[in-house]
């Protein structure tokens, strides 16, 4: 694949939408990642995981209307491995659509409403590690992003305080799975933010046979003084039992692998300090964060024979130097006693 030729046709691309949209903005996006971990109980390898990807796009933003566009890309090391007709494997470039999405948007006296539709993320819990229960897989945990891709329309209305969403989304190309999203998002005058959100796999019952998995998930941060940040979010997922039958021609298999008629409460709880800019503090940092997390039955949602705790807990240190950002971690594994470390640097290109 000719990169050259991608950036020129992103190029020509803001060009044209510049010259033709006077009412809008066009800008490129773009940045260079670089991350890795180590367990220490892995003494099979140098690093657990290692990769470096670029991401680059381009929005544009006006008035009434947003879009963008950008593409996530790894080299051979990091992408495709496909297997050819005579059995060999051969490692490809991967070059992803990682965001792409249209939003119309509106006013009404104090009230913004809008219309959004494409393949975007939502960026749910803020934390550094755990979290986002009201999307992510609870045997998957995340290193300084916790989002989750939805293709979906989704409609908005913003007022006063509040932000409301309604999503519908799908999981395929004919729109046979998929589910509802709800959320609200509130900010206070007071330092305060509270996220309260809904999720259920209604679709899935329309053209097959499903078990439903109900979610609910609520966030709450609060900065009692401008440098200290308390944060959390709480879970609970349950799968109905309703006599399916698992091995029917149209079973689709639950969203997440969870034992049925089991509820789930996972939780987490951090602290984030945040020097201020001028402070000393903030030479050595941006920002520092302790976090802890609690799933039950953590053991058998991931249908392990290994040993596995409940409880996990992680610290992360993160630090601005002009148009790079630098994160470390160190984070239990498995068991508590198991530590991990990880490493990202993110170089913005604009």
Not at 159 to 183: H, P, Q, V
Not at 203 to 230: C, G, K
Not at 250 to 255: D, S
């Amino acid at each position: 694949m000719n990169f050259k030729k991608i950036a020129s046709a992103l190029l020509v691309a803001g060009m044209a939408t510049a010259a033709f949209a006077a009412d809008g903005e066009f800008s490129l996006k773009g940045n260079v990642q670089t991350q890795a971990t180590r367990m220490l109980a892995d003494d099979s390898s140098n690093l657990s995981s290692f990769w470096i990807r670029a991401n680059i796009g381009g929005q544009y933003k006006s008035e009434n209307f947003d879009a963008l566009v950008m593409l996530r890309i790894f080299a051979p090391q990091f992408g495709n491995k496909i297997k050819d007709g005579d059995g060999k494997t051969t490692s490809y470039d991967k070059i992803l659509a990682d965001l792409y999405w249209a939003n119309y948007k509106w006013a009404y006296n104090n009230h913004a409403f809008n219309i959004k539709i494409g393949h975007w993320k939502t960026d749910w819990s803020q934390s550094t590690h755990f979290g986002t229960y009201i999307d992510k897989d609870l045997t998957a945990r995340g290193l300084w992003m916790r989002d989750y891709s939805h293709n979906a329309i989704e409609f908005g209305w913003q007022t006063c305080n509040s932000n409301f969403t309604a999503m519908l989304a799908t999981r395929d190309n004919k729109a046979n799975t998929g589910y509802i999203r709800l959320e609200e998002d509130l900010k206070f005058d007071i330092p305060i933010e509270a996220k309260f959100a809904y999720r259920v796999n209604a679709i899935d019952q329309i053209q097959n046979t499903a078990y439903v998995t109900h979610r609910l998930a609520t966030y709450l941060s609060f900065n009692p003084v401008e440098f200290l940040r308390f944060y959390g979010e709480y879970g609970y997922i349950f799968t109905q039992e309703d006599g399916n039958k698992d091995n029917a021609s149209n079973f689709v298999a639950p969203e997440y692998k969870y034992l049925k008629s089991a509820s789930y409460q996972p939780f987490y709880i951090g602290a984030e300090i945040a020097p201020n800019k001028d402070s000393f503090m903030s030479i050595l940092m941006s920002s520092l964060y302790v976090e802890w997390e609690h799933i039950n039955d953590r053991q058998k949602i991931h249908n392990s024979k290994k040993d596995m705790d409940d409880w996990a807990w992680t610290a992360a240190w993160a630090k601005k130097i002009a148009n790079s950002k630098l994160q470390f971690s160190v984070y239990s594994g498995n068991e508590i006693s198991d530590v991990g470390f990880a490493f990202r640097l993110t170089s913005t290109i604009k």
